[in-house]
RNA sequence: GGGCUCAUAGCUCAGUUGGCUAGAGCGCGUCGCUGAUAACGACGAGGUCCCAGGUUCGAGUCCUGGUGGGCCCA
């Protein structure tokens, strides 16, 4: 069957849809796991991705990675799971549900019904999942669709609930409090990651105000605060014990601050363009001023205040009682010299870096605030109002008292809830953890995988090392509900491992919640007997799970672990994971170690491999609100899911890449159209040829040099591609394609032209047909996994369509094997060579002036080396072809046509010389040139003894000291590079001028018959008409090959009446009138 | 403050275990080609391989210390 037709000018996106409705036709993926069916297993695990969005670019970058992988491994006949994850709890959905709603507080939500609400979060997760997986497919994206996974299943709940009972075995569940980030309006605690999004610029007052020191009457301790309403909740007051305070003397009043903090002059940490908008701080020096004379009668080291006591500013509110006996000086290595005063207030209750400190002193925490931001009743005048809005009524109350020393406007970046951009607080609240006490075997466990790069492994063991107890809950509704049952008369809590075990332990409200997902509100119901006390209304703890714990328990819960163990054993350890790197250390990558480490004690992977993020063109990241976001539909439609493919595959995947129009364009120029045109030239001529590559075969007799150095260079890249994609690292595959599309292109291609066109099947035609069909056909299956669309489409054509019993999908047929025997590194060199020198010889030309259309009598090559040698000898016709020439030859040397000149560089050589400048100036301008060259060149260098009797008389000549010319006389054109020497014989004979002649009359032919629409093949009548006697010598001499190339039937000297096209053009100054019309032929 | 990482042409990036004259693409300039090509090709200009030391016959590459950027932790 002929092949079909090609059009150079491809819709891509058009063709893509095209293929993907074939795949859809054909069953190509089920047929395709149909086909390694109980073959040996590759094992590749999926992180989950969020379903609470439609896919943006930076989504395609790792679901290329997870296929093209998973296409390498299926193309070797292993077995593949092919299960994709979705991820579906968290307050990432509810945030977008309560939007939905316009609901602003937990209040709301509550009102409106947790059922409801849950039901609705579920019902999200769902849609976007069915979004995501019609995109996927759109990216080409070969999974089991039918069977993804969801976090929100209950046997990925429950699985975590075996892996928390297994902690609670272990002793390591406990009930604990810590200091967070908390938001006053939605009622939770913000992890870290959530506050990055919220820093925003803001002004608050800060105060400046005095601890008086109880046993030194008089005496105070200056403190610095930027939230005056902690104030209320302080406990103690920290300083750098090594650094230097000083006692300042004012009125009767002694003053202990920094000294550096008094001296310096103090800034505000802003960033950037903003800089000037900002009110310079006053120093503090300048505060004392203000308040009239003042003297440092002591300096001293922090240490000697450690220890002392104080009186705090609110010690009369009840709710600070138990501050009031702990208020001493502590000592904190953390304090700094450059913000503040030197001495820091320590509020335990109210601040991050406060509670750990706290903790350790075992010093009390006061923590003031209800969960909607708003004081306690017992902190007085403070009772029931916003912390946010009390600044003024402290300050005011602080002076009054006696307590402030001064107050300012501090514009700092401060952070705020990323959902309802309230300002946070730090707030202390009772959370559960998982004691980390163990982290030891969870790092043996991820020494055990490998990692790429190899870096994340001390990234990921250095997060292990540092990270604190795992808090798992979350004050919120959408999650995994903690399977934790908390006694209210006693207080034991007991954690349970599954949903067997929960209807075991049922005392009341199973029936309520039985059909249900194990979800708030329904779970809830269930009460269980308190195995301490008795109590038989035990409910489970408010708290839903941390979300990477739903992510963290999938290499069990969705390989079988609790369901099929026999099944389970078959797929872990995953052989692969990939997912970008930012973030994952501390996220999934360590639940997973985490998990995996508590249930089996070893890592569920074997190698996991990290990528970067996705920028924008400029190198920005992207950004929704900044308009730099592009989604994944929008680019498919665009460019192509190939090139987005391609462009992912070729970033060097620890490092970023960058999405846009440029980038996405070089791609399409560098790899997709230069392919896509080398398969549309071969198989538009096989169709006129009625090419069939069983027919046509060659042997290796009669192939050609260069088809024995493609295929040569093809099997090179076969082996190169095995091990790109069995370790990883397809970038190294993109790039040597890269190499090959281009010598493909413009050497093998290019050259080989000519070898297509003649009508007879000779040995030559055979051999290039058949090598070229091979090179495109192997190559295309290469590159298959990276670009499935456009390979499926040319396999289609190439290789399904000619033969009855071949694949129906490229996916199908397994990757090519290479083989070494035709590999033939001594070919390639010399091709090299041959490229370098026709190079070389074309910089020569173009410093002739002669354009390469007019023929030359000579080329002389001075090879370098014995490989450069051979390339001429063997080459021979591409010299002559490519340069235009009727003759190549080599020559050992080049001394009787090139003359080398030395000229000294005095910029460098002036330096060397100094006062002997004149002198050895004359002395390296007498030096051999040529013996000069050979001795500089490679780095070498020349003693140069210009006056014996003086040492700096002797000197080192260096390359950079000479400029050596070469001039190549005045028939010569020539150039060189390292040892290499070209020259090109200038001289024109009226031979070759008329030749010279004769091809530029062709040219412009060419160009007035394709400009009157004429076929390849038509004939035509060509009139040549000019008066100038060379031109008409020219045509004379010419005229057969004139003919022959333009198809001409017959040239005429006199005009052509009515001709099909006409142009009048200037040849070498002369003019010629050039005319023709299609020949009307007569059948003989 | 600690960990990891990056720094190569105007821009985006290659550069295996140390080895001949440090490369590509884009952009720029010049020329050419244009019956496979949404084009392309050739040639050219453009470099302190961040800085300073060290190891070595030899360092973009290895080591130490700085500077600057990124990520993470505190």
């Not at 790069?453 to 798992?472: F, T, Y």
Request: net charge negative; glycine share 8%; charged share 25%.
């Amino acid at each position: 069957m002929a092949f079909e037709k090609v059009e150079p000018k491809v819709d891509f996106p058009a063709l893509e849809r095209e293929m993907l409705a074939y795949w859809e036709k054909t069953q190509a993926f089920d047929k395709l796991r149909e086909l390694n069916q109980g073959n040996p297993k590759w094992s590749f695990l999926d992180g989950p991705i969020t379903a609470n969005n439609p896919m943006g670019v930076h989504h395609a970058w790792g679901r290329t990675y997870k296929d093209l992988y998973q296409r390498y491994h299926a193309s070797l006949g292993q077995e593949l799971r092919y299960q994709n994850g979705f991820d579906c709890q968290g307050l990432w959905v509810e945030v977008e549900v309560e939007k939905a709603h316009g609901f602003a507080t937990k209040k709301d939500i509550e009102k409106f019904g947790i059922g409801k609400f849950v039901q609705e979060c579920k019902d999200r997760a769902n849609h976007y999942a069915a979004i995501q997986t019609e995109q996927s497919k759109r990216l080409g994206y070969w999974m089991d669709w039918d069977n993804s996974y969801f976090t929100m299943s209950d046997e990925n709940n429950y699985g975590i609930w075996a892996f928390l009972k297994k902690c609670f075995e272990k002793g390591l569940i406990y009930k604990g409090k810590d200091v967070m980030p908390w938001c006053p309006r939605c009622g939770t605690g913000i992890s870290q990651m959530e506050m990055n999004e919220g820093y925003r610029e803001v002004g608050h007052t800060s105060v400046f105000v005095k601890f008086p020191l109880r046993d030194r009457p008089g005496e105070n301790l200056l403190v610095w605060t930027t939230t005056p309403w902690t104030l209320s909740s302080n406990v103690a007051a920290a300083v750098k014990p090594g650094m230097t305070y000083v006692k300042v003397k004012q009125g009767d009043e002694f003053f202990y601050v920094g000294k550096e903090n008094f001296e310096n002059a103090r800034s505000q940490p802003v960033e950037g363009a903003n800089k000037s908008n900002h009110p310079s701080l006053m120093a503090i020096t300048a505060m004392f001023k203000n308040n009239g004379e003042f003297e440092i009668v002591e300096e001293l080291l922090g240490e000697t205040l450690v220890g002392l006591t104080y009186d705090g500013p609110f010690d009369m509110l009840e709710g600070a009682s138990e501050a009031v006996g702990a208020h001493r000086v502590i000592a904190w290595e953390d304090v700094t010299a450059t913000e503040g005063a030197g001495i820091v207030h320590i509020a335990p209750g109210c601040g991050s870096d406060d509670y750990r400190l706290g903790k350790e002193l075992g010093l009390p925490n006061i923590a003031p605030l209800f969960e909607d931001g708003c004081f306690r009743p017992e902190f007085g005048y403070l009772a029931g109002k916003r912390f946010d809005q009390v600044a003024d009524e402290v300050v005011a109350d602080l002076k009054n008292r006696g307590f402030l020393f001064a107050k300012e406007q501090y514009i700092h970046r401060y952070p705020h809830c990323w959902r309802c951009k309230d300002e946070l607080v730090y707030r202390l609240v009772d959370e559960w953890f998982i004691k980390m006490d163990w982290r030891d075997e969870i790092m043996n466990s991820a020494k055990k995988a490998q990692w790429i790069p190899e870096w994340g492994l001390d990234r990921e063991l250095d997060w292990l090392h540092n990270m604190g107890d795992w808090m798992i809950s979350k004050k919120r509704y959408w999650g995994l509900a903690l399977p934790i049952w908390e006694c209210g008369a006693c207080g034991h809590f007991e954690v349970l491992g599954g949903k067997d075990e929960l209807e075991a332990r049922a005392e009341s409200g199973w029936e309520e919640f039985e059909g249900n997902s194990p979800h708030r509100p329904w779970v809830d119901e269930v009460k269980i007997c308190c195995t301490k006390c008795g109590d038989k209304n035990v409910s489970r703890v408010k708290e839903v799970g941390n979300p990477w714990l739903d992510a963290s328990i999938v290499p069990f819960s969705t390989m079988g672990y609790f369901s099929d163990p026999e099944y389970w054993k078959e797929w872990f350890p995953a052989d692969f994971v990939v997912e970008a790197l930012p973030g994952q250390f501390r996220n999934w990558f360590y639940a997973l170690l985490t998990v995996s480490t508590m249930m089996v004690e070893k890592p569920p992977f074997k190698v996991l491999k990290g990528h970067g993020l996705v920028l924008d063109d400029t190198g920005k990241p992207m950004h929704k609100s900044e308009g730099n976001a592009i989604w994944f539909d929008e680019a498919a439609e665009e460019i192509g899911v190939d090139a987005m493919r391609w462009l992912y595959a070729k970033t060097s995947p620890e490092r970023n890449v960058l999405f846009g129009p440029h980038h996405c364009d070089e791609v399409r120029r560098e790899m997709i159209l230069p392919w896509w045109n080398i398969y549309s030239f071969f198989c538009n001529l096989a169709r006129v040829d009625n090419f069939d590559p069983k027919e046509q075969t060659t042997t290796d007799d009669e192939r050609s040099l260069l088809d024995n150095w493609i295929l040569s260079d093809l099997n090179k890249l076969i082996a190169i591609a095995h091990e790109a994609y069995s370790k990883f690292d397809v970038a190294k595959l993109c790039n040597e394609s890269r190499r090959f599309i281009e010598v493909l292109s413009t050497w093998y291609v290019r050259r080989s032209r000519r070898r297509f066109y003649g009508p007879e099947w000779t040995a030559d035609k055979r051999s290039a047909y058949s090598t070229l069909y091979e090179v495109l056909t192997t190559f295309n299956r290469i590159i298959a996994p990276i670009v499935p669309f456009m390979s499926e489409s040319i396999y289609q054509n190439l290789v399904a369509n000619q033969a009855e019993d071949a694949a129906a999908s490229v996916h199908h047929t397994s990757f090519p094997q290479s083989n070494a025997a035709l590999i033939d590194d001594e070919l390639s060199s010399q091709v090299a060579a041959t490229l370098r020198l026709v190079s070389l010889a074309r910089s020569a030309r173009k410093d002739s002036k002669l354009k390469v259309r007019q023929p030359l009598a000579e080329l002389v090559v001075v090879p370098a080396n014995d490989v450069e040698g051979q390339a001429v000898a063997r080459f021979e016709d591409h010299f002559l072809e490519e340069l235009n020439v009727k003759k190549v030859s080599t020559r050992d040397g080049a001394a009787d046509t090139v003359t080398t000149t030395l000229k000294p560089n005095m910029k460098t050589l002036g330096a060397k010389l100094g006062r002997h400048a004149a002198a050895g100036r004359k002395m390296v301008a007498d030096l051999n040139p040529a013996e000069v060259e050979v001795s500089l060149r490679g780095g070498g260098t020349i003693s140069l003894t210009i006056d014996a009797s003086s040492e700096e008389g002797t000197i080192e000549l260096e390359a950079q000291d000479v400029v050596i010319t070469k001039s190549y006389g005045d028939d010569w054109a020539g150039a060189c590079d390292g040892a290499t020497i070209v020259m090109i014989d200038k001289r024109l004979t009226p031979e070759l001028k008329h030749e010279g002649i004769a091809r530029d009359i062709i040219r412009n032919v060419q160009n007035l018959r394709k400009d009157a629409g004429l076929d390849i093949a038509d004939r035509i009548t060509l009139s040549l008409c000019s008066e100038n006697a060379q031109l008409g010598e020219a045509i004379a001499a010419f005229n057969d090959y004139i003919a022959s190339e333009t198809l001409a039937t017959n040239i005429q000297t006199t005009p052509i009446d009515s001709p099909t096209g006409k142009v009048e053009v200037k040849l070498d100054g002369q003019t010629i009138s050039i005319s023709l019309v299609k020949a009307v032929l007569v059948d003989s």
